[in-house]
């Protein structure tokens, strides 16, 4: 274990080191006690070793009279986490709309003469996140509590059931389907729609896959090869292992080695027999000769028959200015935004709010995801009428050292949803503590608050290399607490500093946060009933 955590802390240390510097602000101000109106048991939480060097933040409110219920450090800046994507969330679905839907066309470009096109078929991304490749039979998109994506960092991430090339097949199976069965020309992807921004995860116009290979390693018998399953399985990729399944007990470690073009993986290792499965990923490096290969693999399997080689670079020179006059022969439509946001929100999926950004910028006109901001800027000041300047960002994620929230800009945000008749959609979009996405990771049993707190969790964690430990950069939370009435409080707490010596210890973090909110929203079920009995004692 101790092994295990030393690779885990070099493994951080890159990001610890630029992440480590939390802002000094957050200290309460001389003469003013910051607990005064927090009940023992948060505070017997807030004085635990771990929070030694630490600041705190607290915010709740209740949205409709603007009553301040406890407040401590309201109005200092708190590196924020994957809180940040309430504020990149609510500008997207904003300037998206909830309704929004994109719509990923197909164009032949040539000449048709019967079922035979001579030319090339021209695939136009359109910063489609799952591009089919999530999607349940009811037509919403499908996600766990720990994502695919996080895989390589948190134990416990699991595969949704669907077919990641399920999008790629429904566009063939148009093709065909508009009686082409044969492309004398080639496969292009045209993805000049936005133009890859710096930052990380790096969205890109066509992802398939989170842009990324699941590899799958399930225990066999002591002494025994593990079993290996891969997906999405697309030529030139190839994937082989040598990991071993070793005794009950035993050591899981997991390496993943890849080519320099990262086509060619290899995993090596050992596996416990009594260990879940194990996944880990790779990272596509060339989304688009990844796509143009998957597409023209998909064409194949619905009977139509590509010229071209099918693996190779993807020609984009070969695009055209525009398509006028090239007929469109298939098109794939993705589920509604506000199901996007379901799903960037639970999962606190990265490399959709880093390309939320693209979207805004996109349907503005512009190819700098980064015009996305001003966007998101003028939402805040001119719709939300909060003060954009109680938020700093540079990604759509909240994991670069300038992001830093405020608890009362939060708590205003979350407060301006609850005016417009998107307030239902957008809370349950949330994960919900004890039921769904990461908030289905607390709270599961016996827990008065499960299915009662509506909220978003933040982490931002390092490697502190000088005292061998795991530095807590952030841990925050931030959402809607409900009564028992269904009366909605917003509320916002966080840590920033704090330090522990294991993995376990930043669960211990993850949970003591949960168990504020626990609190909170239980004392708030406690005013509503003082305040309301009749009404409580009817429900």
Not at 53 to 61: D, I, K, S
Not at 362 to 389: E, K, M, W, Y
Not at 390 to 403: K, L
Not at 515 to 528: D, G
């Amino acid at each position: 274990m101790r092994s295990e955590i030393r690779g885990r802390l070099r493994a951080w240390a890159t990001v610890g080191v630029t992440l480590a510097v939390v802002t000094g602000t957050a200290a309460a101000a001389p003469g003013n006690d910051p607990h005064r109106d927090l009940s023992p048991d948060i505070t017997a939480i807030m004085h635990k070793p771990a929070y030694q060097h630490a600041q705190w933040g607290l915010l709740e409110v209740d949205p409709s009279d603007g009553r301040v219920i406890h407040s401590m450090n309201p109005d200092q800046f708190f590196m924020p986490g994957s809180t940040t994507k309430l504020i990149t969330l609510s500008g997207s679905w904003h300037a998206l709309g909830p309704d929004h839907r994109f719509t990923t066309p197909v164009n032949a470009i040539g000449r048709l003469d019967g079922s035979t096109l001579t030319g090339n078929l021209a695939l136009v991304a359109q910063g489609d996140l799952t591009m089919g490749g999530r999607t349940k039979p009811d037509g919403s998109i499908d996600f766990t509590p720990i994502d695919h994506t996080y895989a390589d960092d948190l134990p416990g991430a699991t595969l949704t059931p669907e077919d990641p090339l399920a999008g790629l097949d429904q566009i063939a199976h148009q093709v065909r389907d508009s009686g082409i069965t044969q492309v004398d020309g080639d496969v292009v992807i045209d993805s000049r729609l936005f133009a890859p921004p710096p930052i990380t995860p790096q969205p890109t116009p066509l992802i398939i896959n989170d842009n990324v290979i699941d590899l799958l390693t399930t225990p066999t018998a002591a002494g025994q090869p593990a079993q290996l399953s891969w997906r999405p399985q697309v030529a030139p990729y190839r994937v082989t292992s040598t990991v071993q399944t070793v005794a009950a007990g035993g050591t899981t470690d997991i390496q993943v080695a890849t080519s320099p073009d990262g086509t060619g993986i290899t995993l090596s290792g050992t596996i416990a027999a009594d260990s879940q499965p194990a996944l880990k990923t790779s990272q596509i490096q060339d989304p688009d000769a990844f796509g143009r290969t998957a597409l023209i693999e998909a064409l194949g399997r619905a009977g139509v028959t590509v010229t071209a080689p099918p693996t190779g670079a993807n020609p984009a020179g070969a695009l055209p200015a525009s398509y006028s006059g090239d007929p469109q022969v298939a098109a794939l439509v993705s589920a509604p935004y506000r199901d996007y946001a379901k799903l960037i929100l639970n999962v606190s999926h990265n490399l959709g709010a880093n390309l939320a950004l693209c979207n805004i910028a996109a349907n503005r006109g512009s190819g700098d995801c980064f015009d996305g901001f001003p966007v998101i800027h003028d939402f805040l000041a001119q719709t939300a009428n909060v003060d954009p300047t109680q938020f700093q960002m540079a990604d759509g994620r909240g994991d670069v050292p300038v992001d830093r929230v405020t608890p009362t800009g939060l708590n205003q945000l979350l407060a301006y949803w609850l005016r417009t008749p998107d307030a239902d959609a957008f809370r349950t979009s949330l994960p919900i503590l004890g039921v769904s996405g990461t908030g289905a990771l607390y709270c599961t049993t016996d827990c008065p608050a499960k299915g009662k707190v509506f909220a978003k969790p933040g982490t931002i964690i390092g490697g502190d290399l000088l005292n061998q430990q795991i530095a807590i950069n952030a841990q925050t939370y931030a959402g809607y607490l409900q009564a028992d009435d269904g009366h909605l409080y917003t509320f916002f707490v966080g840590v920033n500093g704090a330090a522990v010596p294991d993995i376990q210890g930043f669960f211990d973090v993850n949970d003591d946060v949960d168990q504020i909110a626990v609190i909170l929203q239980q004392e708030a079920c406690a005013e509503r009933a003082a305040k309301h009995p009749r009404h409580q004692a009817a429900k």
